[in-house]
């Protein structure tokens, strides 16, 4: 046993915007345990329990030691009674067995398999599982209608779960600076999400274009599209308008959170690097099963066919000269652009937890495209993301801190 005296305790503010996370986590185990069950959560569209889940999560990933003692944790802000029978767990036995049995429980695998499908959500996912649907394979026997981001999704499932990294997001980013540049010039690209943030990986790329120029930045999307679309860049995209609706004075209230710039959510057709490239060029594109299916084979059983067609699968994707990766476009209008890479930058734990310190503790409204002060009833305009943590009263965090 520690005593109590030896035990270092902590002391952490209760937003998450106002602390510095960064990518060094010292609490994993925990950590982990409480991002699966706010995961869960979240699945299974219970909202209030995933975001107490993850303030739970972002409060260790906070701390700047290993927590070896459950005393450690008196005082702490956004712990509740279940994060803490969590913990608690964690430090006794080395596993929590709400996690463990979450894991294994059907439901949860059959909500993460179909979740991964690109362009089906939670609710999809619920009444697929209703219907007996708990796989890929099931899901493409049962004759469900997809919709054409369900289809792509599906299409190129392993890759969209493959992590993106650092190296892809870069060459993706050359790219998208070269569309804009031919249909724009002056227009300038910046890279948010997770690789903002330090990030050596992530799900998706997310850039933010805009123009130095007030205005010039309007029906760019389309444009970009169409020229990424003619040089067979896309697999996939859906472009949503802008509807973010401007008054004499300035930007209109926005109504919700949900932001209304010109969108656009993609699946990106990325050739691989020289180093990750077949050796043997002009075998590429027509592996054929007799490659994998040799004449000594023998194919009894369903399984052994099963099998084979797997290896073939794996040895087709090791020869694909491309990958497939998921890429979020959006434009700002100048005027909008701090506000625009503050919300893209993340995480979203930091992003809620910077709108909730706006509302509760300073009366004002936050979203990606404004900063509304409701004691003074005036918009409060910001060039940079300083000015914007300053109106806020709150210590400027750097991207790199900010992963809650
Ligand atoms: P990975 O992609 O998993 O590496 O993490 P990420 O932090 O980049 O997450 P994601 O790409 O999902 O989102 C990046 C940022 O954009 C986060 O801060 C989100 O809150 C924000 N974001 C995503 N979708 C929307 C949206 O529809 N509106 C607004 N305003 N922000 C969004
Ligand atoms: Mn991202
Ligand atoms: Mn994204």
Not at 40 to 62: H, P
Not at 85 to 100: A, C, F, P, Q, W
Not at 105 to 119: E, N, P, Q, V
């Amino acid at each position: 046993q520690i005593s109590e005296a030896e035990v270092a305790l902590f002391s952490v503010s209760s937003y998450a915007c106002q602390r510095r996370t960064t990518l060094d986590n010292h609490n994993s185990n925990l950590t982990d345990a409480l991002s699966l069950l706010a995961e869960n959560a979240e699945l299974n569209n219970e909202d209030g329990r995933g975001v107490a889940f993850r303030r739970a999560a972002a409060l260790m990933k906070a701390l700047p030691t290993q927590v070896i003692s459950m005393s450690q944790l008196r005082g702490l802000p956004c712990l509740g009674e279940h994060s803490l029978r969590v913990i608690k767990d964690v430090l006794e036995n080395g596993v929590s067995s709400e996690v463990e049995s979450t894991k294994q429980s059907k439901r949860y695998k059959a909500l993460k398999i179909l979740t991964g499908i690109f362009g089906v959500g939670a609710k999809t996912a619920d009444r697929w599982i209703r219907e007996g649907i708990y796989n890929l394979e099931q899901l493409r026997h049962s004759g469900q209608t997809l919709n054409r981001a369900q289809k792509s999704g599906l299409e190129h499932y392993d890759d969209l779960n493959e992590p993106v990294t650092k190296a892809e997001a870069d060459a993706i980013g050359e790219i998208v600076q070269k569309a804009v540049d031919s249909v724009l010039t002056g227009s300038q690209v910046a890279l948010t999400g997770g690789f903002r943030r330090g990030k050596l990986t992530g799900h998706d790329v997310d850039f933010l274009i805009t123009h130095p120029e007030e205005g010039k930045e309007v029906g760019l999307m389309p444009k970009v599209v169409a020229w990424l679309e003619s040089r067979g860049f896309l697999l996939y995209q859906k472009t949503t308008r802008n509807s973010y609706l401007e008054s004499k004075d300035g930007p209109a209230r926005p109504a919700s959170n949900m932001d209304r710039f010109e969108r656009c959510f993609s699946i990106f057709k990325l050739t691989k690097g020289k180093e990750q490239e077949s050796t043997q060029p002009e075998e590429q594109n027509d592996l054929k099963t007799k490659d994998v299916l040799r004449p000594h084979m023998q194919v009894d059983t369903d399984q052994q066919l099963c099998e084979l067609s797997k290896n073939y699968q794996m040895e087709a994707a090791s020869h694909k000269i491309w990958r497939a990766v998921r890429v979020d476009l959006v434009v700002s209008p100048i005027s909008q652009f701090a506000f625009a890479v503050l919300g893209w930058t993340g995480s979203k734990l930091f992003e809620r937890e910077l709108r909730r310190w706006a509302g509760h503790e300073k009366n004002m409204s936050l979203s990606s495209h404004a900063l509304f002060d409701n004691t003074q009833n005036k918009y409060l305009r910001a060039t940079s993301e300083e000015e914007i943590f300053a109106y806020l009263g709150l210590e400027y965090i750097p991207p790199s801190e900010r992963n809650a």
